[in-house]
Antibody
């Protein structure tokens, strides 16, 4: 069974940094592209970033303007999101999500999600 | 940037049919995925590639996509279908490539 267990969220001051982690198990992590999606309180889903299986392709939402960095360690079955220069509007529940095994094009559905980790940016 | 527009809410009586639309410029040329999210839970994939259902998703869930509108249809609605629903596409071209989620639709079962 696929498991994605997230950690690293918390309260941080504006301008601060935080690193989120997503530990994967139950599948061959190195075979799958991975993603980060966030959801501000009471709001909808917002895609943040994606990384291909070998880190060859990396994409970010335009709104992040270079503040976030996605990475992965296939030897440790782990996905990361380094968040710098955090702002109040980055406050959200952050999910890691796996590309589906049913993926057949660049547009892959996300078939497994972590439990989410809350990031609160406030002074 | 590409925008996906959904109605904020849809209300439906038990046993009836709910239709949730997702509007986008020429969305019919893109692959659309749909997610269900219940309060306090992570999203769950219910339809992928416009009309395919993952294993474990009831046949009551179906999808279509043409022109400028994709539609998620829930037949014989049950109380357990009450949730937020989001459409998703991959938008690429020129110097950009990104996933886009729709604005979300809250389905209320009367």
């Amino acid at each position: 069974e696929v498991h994605l267990v997230q950690s690293g969220g918390g309260l941080v001051k504006p301008g601060g940094s935080l690193r989120l982690s997503c530990a994967a198990s139950g599948f061959t992590f190195s075979d799958f592209s991975m993603n980060w999606v966030r959801q501000a309180p009471g709001k909808g889903l917002e895609w943040v970033s994606s990384i291909s299986s070998r880190s060859s392709y990396i994409y970010y939402a335009d709104s992040l303007k270079g503040r976030f960095t996605i990475s992965r360690d296939n030897a440790k079955n782990a996905l990361f999101l380094q968040m710098n220069s955090l702002r109040a509007d980055d406050t959200a529940l952050y999910y890691c999500a796996r590309d589906s095994s049913l993926c057949s094009s660049n547009s892959c559905p996300f078939d497994s999600w972590g439990q989410g980790t809350l990031v609160t940016v406030s002074s | 940037s590409y925008v996906l527009t959904q109605p904020p809410s849809v209300s439906v009586a038990p046993g009836k049919t709910a239709r949730i639309t997702c509007g986008g410029n020429n969305i019919g040329s893109k692959n659309v995925h749909w997610y269900q999210q219940k309060p306090g839970q992570a999203p769950v994939l219910v339809i992928y590639y416009d009309s395919d259902r993952p294993s474990g998703i009831p046949e009551r869930f179906s999808g279509s996509n043409s022109g400028n509108t994709a539609t998620l249809t829930i037949s014989r609605v049950e109380a357990g279908d009450e949730a937020d629903y989001y459409c998703q596409v991959w938008d690429s071209g020129g110097d950009h490539a990104n996933y886009v989620f729709g604005t979300g639709t809250k389905v209320t079962v009367l």
